[in-house]
């Protein structure tokens, strides 16, 4: 069974503050793709970054940075000096040998100015 | 280029009526994919199409639910006698269809249909 656990269900920072998103996954696959998505208040889902499940090594790309960890099962998400626009439900998703990409229950994140 | 499309981007409907919703993917995906999000929750699957092949209809919650490519681009997802759990957000998604070692490449997702069953 294929399970993605977001453990935050809120965050509330201000505006330039650090902060790190927490995304547990549990896959039997040996290949599998790990996703982050972003749903701000309009309610689409804007992709972000996928990763494999051979590539460990953590991203960035400007203010944002990802950590996988596959020792922990785990793939987490920072925002650097985090501004309004942050402001979203951010999804965590893994999807491994079949079709249905699995996703946790997301992490809402407010950045107060 | 274009993105994901999905009509209406509203819906109420009697409990007892049929509704149908529509996908447009992205042009050249073959891949097509419907999710159910319900409130405060994350996307749960429903079915996947490859081209105009269902390959996939597990996450349909019941036989009231039925979708449909028939031309292998835009698809539709039919509910028929609309219950009140059926309100949610039904998101439609597509890809291209090989990404590494086989798995479903990147989903790129529409701006749902949210549906409301009085």
């Known amino acids: 069974a294929q399970k993605v656990t977001q453990a935050q269900t809120e965050i509330s920072v201000v505006e330039k503050e650090d902060v790190t998103l927490d995304c547990v996954y549990e896959t039997r696959d040996t290949t599998y793709y790990l996703f982050w998505y972003k749903q701000p208040p309009s309610g689409e889902l804007v992709f972000l970054i996928r990763r494999n499940s051979f590539d460990e090594q953590n991203e960035i790309s400007g203010r944002y940075s990802w950590n996988f960890q596959k020792s922990t099962s785990s793939f987490n998400f920072t925002i650097t000096a985090s501004q309004v626009v942050d402001s979203a439900v951010y999804f965590c998703?893994?999807?491994?040998?079949?079709?249905?990409?699995?996703f946790g229950a997301g992490t809402r994140l407010t950045v107060k100015p | 280029g274009a993105g994901v499309s999905q009509s209406p981007r509203y819906k109420v409907a009697k409990r007892g009526q049929d509704v149908a919703l529509r996908c447009d993917p992205i042009s050249g995906h073959v891949s097509l994919f419907w999710y159910q999000q319900a409130l405060g929750q994350g996307p749960e699957f429903l079915t996947y199409f490859q081209n105009e092949a269902q390959l996939d209809k597990s996450g349909l919650p019941s036989d009231r639910f039925f979708a449909e490519r028939p031309e292998g681009s835009v698809s539709t997802l039919k509910i028929q006698r609309t219950q009140q759990e059926d309100s949610a957000v039904y998101l439609c998604?597509?890809?291209?269809?090989?990404?590494?070692?086989?798995?479903?490449?990147?989903?790129?997702f529409g701006p749902g249909t949210r549906l409301t069953v009085l």
């Open positions: 998604a597509s890809s291209d269809p090989q990404g590494l070692a086989g798995l479903t490449d990147t989903q790129y």
């Open positions: 998703a893994l999807i491994g040998r079949g079709n249905d990409m699995r």
